[in-house]
């Protein structure tokens, strides 16, 4: 034990990510996709995962991807909502 230290976030992260090998493997189709497209949001949040201090790495993984969803849920309401106010201007 003497001499090791605690991996950074993102090397765990990447320990994390390669431990779900297996399960992007048995993924079909656009699956595969999705999946890949997820942990590229976890590494885009890495410096905010960093932060978060939890001792369980895909916690922070899982709420990366939650607030990037939640973003994307938030832009395509606005739109939605743009589309609608031109429609009843119409």
């Excluded at 999705?34 to 895909?58: C, H, N, Q, W």
Aim: hydrophobic share 45%; charged share 30%.
């Amino acid at each position: 034990m003497v001499g090791r230290t605690v991996p950074s976030y993102r090397q765990a992260l990447e320990d994390e990510i390669s431990s779900w090998k297996g399960f992007r493997k048995a993924l079909r189709g656009r699956d595969v996709e999705a999946f890949d497209e997820v942990i590229k949001t976890a590494r885009l949040y890495a410096s905010a995962g960093s932060m978060a201090s939890r001792p369980i790495v895909a916690d922070a993984l899982f709420m990366s991807v939650l607030v990037s969803l939640q973003r994307q849920i938030m832009e395509l309401r606005e739109k939605i909502e743009g589309l609608e106010r031109r429609l009843q201007e119409a």
